[in-house]
């Protein structure tokens, strides 16, 4: 069983930086893609940054030149690392990842979601 959790949410001023971490645990051979999506309560969940196994990025345009997406293949964690935040950034924000496991499994996990709210 694989899991994905995330850490290092929680409230910032406008204008401040946050960064939150994803760390999968389990029965894991390799981690493939992992993104981060948030989700405003109502609205659909929208993906903010995705990274694959070698390093490349892609971002949403709402985030691009503020937030960085990275990842650490040996210790099976990705990280968001938020900049210039601002009101609008207010979410709950969900890792999410393609790994195979040890049994040769490939499925696709989410993690429970973390709070980010971006308020003075």
């Known amino acids: 069983q694989v899991q994905l959790v995330e850490s290092g949410g929680g409230l910032v001023q406008p204008g401040g930086s946050l960064r939150i971490s994803c760390a999968a645990s389990?029965?894991?051979?390799?981690?493939?893609?992992m993104a981060w999506y948030r989700q405003v309560p109502g609205q659909q969940r929208d993906l903010v940054a995705i990274?694959?196994?070698?390093?490349?990025?892609n971002y949403a345009d709402s985030v691009k030149g503020r937030f960085t997406i990275s990842r650490d293949n040996a210790k099976y964690t990705g990280y968001l690392q938020m900049s210039s935040l601002k009101p609008e950034d207010t979410a709950v924000y969900y890792c999410?990842?393609?790994?195979?496991?040890?049994?040769?499994?490939?499925?696709?996990?989410w993690g429970q979601g973390i709070q980010v709210t971006v308020s003075s």
């Open positions: 999410n990842a393609d790994v195979s496991s040890q049994s040769g499994r490939l499925a696709n996990y």
């Open positions: 389990g029965s894991i051979l390799y981690i493939g893609n």
């Open positions: 990274i694959d196994r070698s390093g490349r990025t």
